[in-house]
């Protein structure tokens, strides 16, 4: 790198000189955006009113080369001169990283876990809580002291849902305008008070209101953290971190089941206020208390105020090897009319359905489906929840290993995605149509939840690894969602009260869409491999070193180039 470095004295100058267009199909590679002469940097296509995008589908390849730093003509190749600022801010970020040793980075990503994963972990958990507090309080009263008739109770996860999905976009777009961290505080904070309005409603029309908002406030969650989470880890760090916060859905539902036990216990016993009130002004003080800590400490390297300059730069410099960009950038339009041309797109959103129709099923505050089956085993209302705790607790521990085993080896993420799917599509087949007694059918349930553990070591973390370009990754994010609450609304309709007490229908319906979510995550792992394989064979025959390569991947990221328009990106897999 210290040949690197010494590019970045050059001035800013380069000659573009336009190939021939490059056919793939017949060299066998997809071609390189841009091949950078290793005696200059590298400067990025000018933006005119015509797209990058649109520049990259006309012009295959572009060759950089230097121009003479005394003089800013172009040389007599037909090319053109360029100066942008941009690319050499870009560029001595990437310079930068070799400024600081191993032992830096080292004591101030120390400090950066310390302050910001238990925020992360602990607001994750909250709304996950949160979602689920409306069938808790089934348990507890709801329906009676809120004179809910009918469908009405299961339209409130329908509006939960259809706000999530309509907010994704609208909150995306704000997030983008706004300081990432004080946007997603903000957020959590109003969802917080929203959360607290939920225990003082009395009637339908209120509930319905509350939930279409805490809808809307959550929605940022998810998205917002992958992003979040970009601007801080490296892609081979991001894994474990994401792993530990979702893995706080499945703790929280332990510690949330042992509180709303004791909680119903003591209402069924003593009177007093309505135990799903209760939770709910105690879930909606901790939600508020969290988002006025995450405004204070949380934010990005350049919007916190506990890192020295020399520890911003340190921060920034060392994530520009993700080459997912660091910075906040302005949004994009042609970012969005990429996704739809990108093949990861359509696999992300076909395993977001697939998936979330059984995630619906199970976990839906509509059916309170996870209740309905501890309660065919034979529990009566308060034994179920305690017997899902164990459920909780192994998904928890696989959750964390998994986490723990895709950060040392990579490559298990897609076997293990495909692993975890086809465990559950057998757990409910077993439940549904084994003639076993309750207590095997129980011990075989406690596994029904490690599904969900393909989407998180599979799909979210790739929106913040492997989708580059700031409107991009925000679109990708926002669209995902949506799509997983329209799964999660399919999967809420699939248990029907007449299929009670086993759900057979309901059960095989569930396991045919793992299935084929199986077979989409194979073909998602294929189009990375593939990919990265014609790459890697390109730039070979370029003679262009795996170094290079790297470096050009970063500064390009820099400049907020996609990873359709950055042909040196390398996908995780």
């Not at 192994?394 to 723990?404: C, E, K, L, M």
């Not at 997983?484 to 095989?508: E, M, T, W």
């Amino acid at each position: 790198m210290s040949a690197l470095r010494s590019m970045g004295q050059l001035h800013a100058s380069v000659a573009i000189d336009v190939r021939p267009p490059y056919n793939p199909d017949v060299n066998g590679a997809s071609p390189g955006i841009a091949c950078l002469s290793r005696s200059a940097p590298l400067s990025p296509p000018v933006e005119s009113s015509t797209t990058m995008t649109e520049k990259f589908e006309k012009v295959d390849e572009l060759r950089l080369e230097p121009v003479d730093s005394k003089h800013s003509h172009p040389k007599d190749n037909g090319g053109i001169s360029i100066h942008d600022p941009a690319a050499n801010d870009a560029e001595q970020l990437v310079h930068d990283h070799d400024e600081f040793t191993p032992q830096e980075y080292k004591k101030l990503m120390l400090k950066v876990d310390l302050i910001l994963m238990p925020m992360l972990m602990i607001i994750y958990g909250l709304q996950f809580s949160d979602k689920t507090s409306l069938s808790s309080g089934v348990v507890f009263g709801l329906r009676e002291d809120t004179h809910l008739k009918g469908n009405e109770f299961g339209n409130l996860s329908s509006f939960f849902y259809m706000s999530y999905a309509v907010a994704q976009y609208p909150m995306a777009w704000v997030l983008q305008k706004v300081p990432l961290g004080r946007g997603l505080a903000v957020c959590v904070i109003i969802w917080g008070v929203v959360v607290l309005c939920l225990g003082v409603c009395n009637n339908y029309a209120q509930l319905a209101g509350v939930r279409t908002l805490l809808g809307w406030f959550e929605a940022v969650v998810t998205p917002g953290f992958a992003i979040f989470t970009s601007t801080w880890w490296l892609r081979r760090e991001q894994s474990l971190r994401q792993g530990l916060y979702y893995s706080m859905n499945t703790f929280f539902a332990m510690v949330f089941g042992v509180g709303i036990y004791y909680i119903g216990k003591n209402a069924q016993e003593n009177g007093g206020l309505s135990g799903w009130r209760v939770i709910n002004f105690f879930l909606g003080g901790v939600t508020i208390g969290m988002g006025v800590l995450f405004f204070i400490f949380g934010g990005t390297p350049d919007e916190v105020w506990w890192l020295s300059k020399r520890e911003k730069r340190m921060a920034k410099a060392r994530i520009v090897e993700n080459a997912t960009g660091s910075t906040q950038h302005p949004w994009k339009w042609h970012q969005v009319r990429e996704c739809f041309r990108d093949p990861q797109y359509w696999f992300a959103m076909l395993f977001a359905l697939a998936g979330n129709i059984p995630n619906g099923a199970i976990t839906s505050d509509a059916q309170v489906f996870n209740t309905l089956v501890y309660k065919g085993f034979g529990f009566n209302d308060l034994d179920s929840i305690l017997y899902q705790l164990p459920g909780y607790a192994v998904t928890f521990v696989i959750v964390v290993a998994s986490a723990v085993g895709v950060r040392y080896y990579p490559k298990l993420r897609f076997p293990l995605a495909i692993l975890y799917q086809g465990i559950t599509a057998f757990v409910l087949l077993f439940v549904g149509l084994a003639e076993v007694g309750r207590w095997a059918r129980w011990g075989v349930w406690l596994l029904c939840l490690v599904y969900s553990i393909a989407t998180f070591i599979t799909a979210w973390p790739m929106i913040s690894m492997n989708v580059a370009g700031r409107t991009k990754k925000s679109f990708f994010g926002g669209s995902s969602l949506i799509v997983y609450c329209i799964g999660n609304v399919i999967g809420s309709q699939i248990f029907l009260p007449s299929d009670a007490p086993k759900y057979h229908r309901g059960l095989i319906g569930c396991a045919i869409c793992l299935i084929a979510s199986i077979f989409i995550t194979g073909g998602w792992w294929w189009y990375y491999v593939r990919t990265n394989r014609k790459r890697a064979q390109f730039f070979a025959s370029q003679g262009i070193s795996e170094e290079e390569r790297r470096f050009r991947a970063q500064v390009n990221g820099e400049l907020d180039l996609t990873d359709l328009e950055n042909k040196e990106f390398e996908y995780v897999t």
